[in-house]
């Protein structure tokens, strides 16, 4: 199965990219970490004295977070949005799926589409704001050095992108085949999931209750919560509906 | 002869509209089958289902000795399709090329046996000079054909194609049948093409079917189905001199033809039993001084079985 959805991953990943509008996204996400970063480092720094230096790791953690966590999310979700509605707009559907592709090939396919420039772009992410956050921490406040992100920060910066992504391409993937224009998809990525996706997961993950124990099972319940939603789409697949539907 | 493609009472509705209708058909291995019939007759709603795009309403349809149902992975595997509209249906972001390596890697063509593949049919239909163009850039024509080469990228052992010549020039039209009879006589793959070109029917297909408002209503070869439809022959005469009228009455007088009529100064007859009956009616015309320059049948062509087909009904 993963062989097959390699090949048309290549393929895909190649074409998404030579698309303007999807590489502004990287970009636009590296330039809101920068900010972030740039921004936060020094204007939590007053408050140390204050709240002491437990506190200021919590907040940078808070605030770098969904910049390094949740933003990543934004490209792969764009990417499946697009994903059969676009291939139906744009009449290459048929021959893809008169090929002898099964539908969970084609659906991974299509996942890993979305998912690998998605955690390629997370990664890359989360070096710049490192790099950004302590090479200003190195100037201004040295002691202050790798306070963020600490090995629980880090440990959901690495593990959470990928999870959470595969949730919103999944999400979109389904319905990206039932809407009939690539803007209706667009329209629902934007603002009916990753909206709200982003709000309830800041309130449980980005908290400054976080803990391993959360942690780990948040990770847990989100891969849960993708493979269900994986097989989801593979069963409502259906190629009848695709090709008959207007 | 073994059976590739075998519909069994075929009912396919979409809502309300019932595109095809109870089709029971046989297409046999190595042969070019064409399937003819008038717009919304439902040629390509039945190429979908066998290519296991759509799902039958009711019946069954095995492809190559799976059912489209049971086993469709197998059946795709086993096809090549040129689908409706088939011109327009390429990657605009990859080179003509690329398109053509993406569905050959699809269908499992070993690398090496690929590149020669591409090479071979890009050269056959032209398009060598373009490889490392988008196909975006391509006119209609263009675009068509590299619809073709996909649909032919992994030899498979059968085809579909949905109007394969429309947007082709006269002589690569003539190029691609020529191919398709050679591919079908040589290595035995089966064709099953939809064409609303009945010379192109006529020419390359073994057998033909006819469909109507989702009815197939005909099948036979182009030879069967004239037999079928004229027990009677149609001469026409033309006289170097002399009165086509005057011909015309004559013939009357014999009371040999069925019917006769005059068209661009032509006599136009037509008789039963010829062999008998031919002959006096030349020896009519002679006789009253008629100087014949050219007796010859008007033999009629697969058009004239489709209007008669579809037009009667
Ligand atoms: N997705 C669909 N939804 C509803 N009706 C459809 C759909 N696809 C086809 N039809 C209807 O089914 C009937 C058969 O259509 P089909 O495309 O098979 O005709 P065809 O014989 O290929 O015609 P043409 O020569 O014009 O290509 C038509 O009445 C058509 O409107
Ligand atoms: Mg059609």
Known sequence: MLRKAWIMAKTEIRMVFK???????????????????????????PIVAEVGVEFYSI???????????????????????????????????????????????????????????????AYANLVIGIAIVNGMLLFIAPTLLWIWPSLLAMVQ??????????????????????????????????????????????????????????????????????????????????RDKLISRV | MTTTIELKGL??????????????????????????????????TTVKVATTLLVPTRGTVVVGSHDVLEEPESVRALIGLLPEDGADTHYDRLTTVENLEYFGRLYDVPKETLQNRIDELLEFLELSDRRDDSPGTFSTGLKQKLSLARALIHNPPIVFLDEPTSNLDPIMSRKVREFIQQMAGGSKQTFFMCTHLLSEAEHLCDRVGFISHGR???????????????????FELQLATGDPAKAKSIVEATSLATSVRIENKRIVFVVEKVERKNPQIV??????????????????????????VIGGK
């Open chain 2, 283 to 308: 020896r009519a015309l002679v006789e009253a001084g008629l100087a014949i320059v050219e007796l010859r049948e008007r033999i009629p062509d697969l058009e004239d079985v489709y209007l008669k």
């Open chain 1, 59 to 121: 907040m940078m953690a808070m605030l770098m977070g969904t910049s390094v966590v949740m933003m990543p999310a934004m490209l792969p979700a764009m990417i499946a949005a697009d994903s059969i509605v676009g291939e139906k707009e744009r009449h290459t559907l048929v021959p893809l799926l008169a090929s002898p592709l099964t539908d969970g090939e084609l659906l991974l396919g299509k996942l890993l589409t979305a998912l690998i420039p998605g955690i390629i772009v």
């Open chain 1, 157 to 238: 910066a690495l593990i959470f992108p990928p999870l959470l992504a595969a949730f919103a391409v999944c999400l979109m993937i389904i319905i990206s085949g039932r809407v009939s224009k690539v803007y209706e998809a667009y329209q629902i990525a934007g603002f009916v999931i990753i909206m709200p996706m982003f709000l309830v997961f800041t309130e449980l993950f980005l908290s400054t209750s976080i803990n391993w124990l959360l942690l780990f099972f948040g990770a847990a319940i989100l891969g849960i919560a993708d493979i269900g939603l994986f097989q989801l789409a593979r069963n409502l697949f259906n």
């Open chain 2, 216 to 234: 197939l209503v005909e099948v036979g070869s182009p030879a069967d189905l004239r037999r079928k439809f004229w027990t009677q022959r149609t």
């Open chain 2, 11 to 44: 009912t396919k509705q979409f809502g309300e509209i019932v595109a095809v209708q109870d089709v029971d058909l046989e297409v046999r291995k190595g042969e070019v089958f064409g399937f003819l019939g008038p717009n919304a007759a439902g040629k390509s």
């Open chain 1, 19 to 45: 698309s303007r509008q999807v590489k502004m996204i990287p970009v636009m996400i590296f330039l809101m970490t920068s900010v972030f970063a740039a921004l936060f480092t020094p204007l939590m720094i």
